[in-house]
């Protein structure tokens, strides 16, 4: 029992973290701060004002790309390919509530679902090395979450599909839902099949009963096969079972202008002129940032500053915009090396070290709960692979900050540096700054120093303000470089801590002066 509480809380955390650096979160938290509102109340307009930004058909979100897919919703063929760019979210807010509530293969399938749904609105198709791609899972993996939701009657299209598995048919997802929760069945376990958080279906069921409305006073127009497949549900089920739905207060899609906007958000949320023009000025300066190009598969994440020390709390940390290549590709690997990509560790450890590396070039670090939202991955599955990889510096929050249990990446950039590779090309293997490796050789020469002057470590640590954990690394390094042919590079540093002993004297935390 113990060690699943432990699990929850750990998720918990994980999930908040990265929660916390979504534009819904970011809306709120500024929501809160300007205008007095209550954090429920703040949330509330935040998940609203940041919906609206993304339904703006020239506004391309933070986390959405482009991408080529298959022309056509009935496109099946692989012989025949029309390409055509369609905009997709490969991870969202929604994806955080399904991984604390139903768990991460819950969250997989509701990001694989979304993304197929995204392409058939917009009358493509993706195929399955492309998803598997977006959500690094295998194709067999992919195929058999597939043929599962499949099987309960959910449409789940793809190019490649078989005629058997066409002919079996099925509804859109939310017509799915919506049928069989208006037939008495229990929300949670349809949210569960369905791979939908609350919060979505909530919305759901808002728009439902908007169209519901507008449909039995046959004013309506169906914009799409969604809203076609609801207004067939509408008028196939009795009155009765309709009329819960019906007394819920609809909400319109959130695709008109900010007058339209601005009068709902007026009713909804009791908003004075004063705190409407707050929420348009915010709004705005976003829609302004947002419009700005970037490539294909680049989305933007809100990163601790690089600047920001360890221990310090996430509420209180400066967070810094960072572009990353979340979907390229070249990431495939050749047909002759593995023709059908079931093999993908290599793809996602590229991945960990292309958006880490982007991450530290922005000004921010990422953490691993940072990375498992954004690839879809349980963090430790992260830290598994990043431990198997020592060779390889992956610049973490973790890392950089000497934080956690972790190997710190500095041992692999001293040990770079004792065996005598110049700062270019460490800079060159490990992404790092040239600024950045200098202020470890210095502190690597501190801790020499120190200890060649008879200080223990407790005492290294408490002078130079470091981890333990890091001290004894150092220190490590130092009795297995001790040999004669490393005579050289340890001259150097003593060098190196005589040229800048003002210096790292003023910046020891532990120095009185």
């Known amino acids: 029992m113990g060690r699943a509480k432990e699990y929850r809380q750990r998720l918990k955390y994980q999930v908040a973290s990265a929660r916390k650096k979504t534009l819904e979160s970011l809306l709120a938290v500024q929501f809160a701060n300007e205008l007095g509102m209550s954090v429920t109340e703040a949330r509330l307009l935040g998940h609203r004002v940041s919906k609206w930004i993304l339904s703006q058909s020239e506004v391309r979100g933070p986390n959405q790309i482009l991408l080529e897919a298959l022309a056509g919703r009935e496109s099946f063929s692989r012989r025949h390919k029309t390409p055509k760019q369609i905009r997709l979210t490969p991870y969202d807010t929604e994806d955080l509530e399904l991984e604390l509530e139903f768990g991460l293969s819950t969250m997989q399938l509701g990001r694989l679902l979304r993304l197929i749904e995204e392409a058939h609105q917009q009358d493509a198709l993706l195929s399955s090395k492309q998803l598997t791609l977006l959500c690094n899972i295998t194709p067999t993996s992919l195929r058999s979450r597939l043929q599962k939701v499949r099987s309960e009657g959910i449409w789940a299209p793809i190019a490649g599909l078989s005629r058997a598995e066409r002919e079996q048919g099925g509804q859109l997802r939310s017509a799915w839902i919506l049928e069989r929760y208006l037939q008495g069945q229990n929300s949670t376990d349809l949210r569960r099949t369905a791979a ?108 601790v500053a690089s600047t920001e020390p360890a221990g310090k709390p996430l509420e209180a940390c400066r967070l810094v915009p960072v572009t990353l290549t979340l979907y390229d590709p070249a990431d495939l690997p050749p047909p002759d090396v593995d023709r059908d990509v079931n093999r993908l560790s290599g793809i996602k450890l590229e991945k960990v070290v292309r958006c880490a590396t982007q991450a530290k070039q922005g000004g921010g670090y990422l953490t691993y709960a940072d990375m498992g939202y954004l690839l879809g991955l349980h963090p430790e599955a992260i830290a598994r692979l990043v431990r198997a990889n020592p060779q390889v510096v992956i610049p973490l929050r973790g890392a950089e900050c000497d934080i956690g249990r972790g190997i710190t990446h500095r041992r692999n950039i ?28 210095k502190e690597f020469a501190t801790v020499l120093v120190l200890s060649e002057r008879g200080l223990t470590a407790p005492m290294i640590r408490r002078i130079t303000g470091r981890s333990m954990k890091l001290v004894n690394t150092y220190l490590e390094l130092l009795r297995e470089y001790s040999g004669p042919e490393y005579a050289f590079r340890l001259h150097h540093l003593r060098k190196v801590f005589q040229v800048h002993e003002e210096e790292i004297k003023k910046n020891l935390p532990g120095v009185k002066r």
């Open 196 to 303: 939908l958080s609350q919060q979505c279906f909530r919305d759901i069921l808002a728009r439902f009963s908007w169209v519901a409305k507008l449909v039995m006073a046959g004013e309506f127009q169906p914009q799409g096969p969604e809203e076609a497949s609801w207004v067939t549900l509408i008028k196939a089920t009795p009155a009765r079972r309709l009329k819960p739905v019906l007394d819920e207060p609809g909400t319109a899609p959130n695709t008109g202008d900010w007058s339209t906007f601005r009068g709902e958000l007026e009713t909804d949320f009791a908003l004075s002129p004063v705190k409407l023009r707050a929420v348009k000025e915010e709004t705005l300066g976003l829609l302004a940032t947002l419009s700005a190009n970037r490539p294909a598969g680049d989305v933007v994440y809100w990163a």
């Open 414 to 441: 001293i040990r770079l540096y004792l065996e005598m590779h110049t700062e270019t090309e460490i800079v060159s293997r490990t992404g790092h700054s040239y600024e950045a490796i200098e202020n470890y050789i």
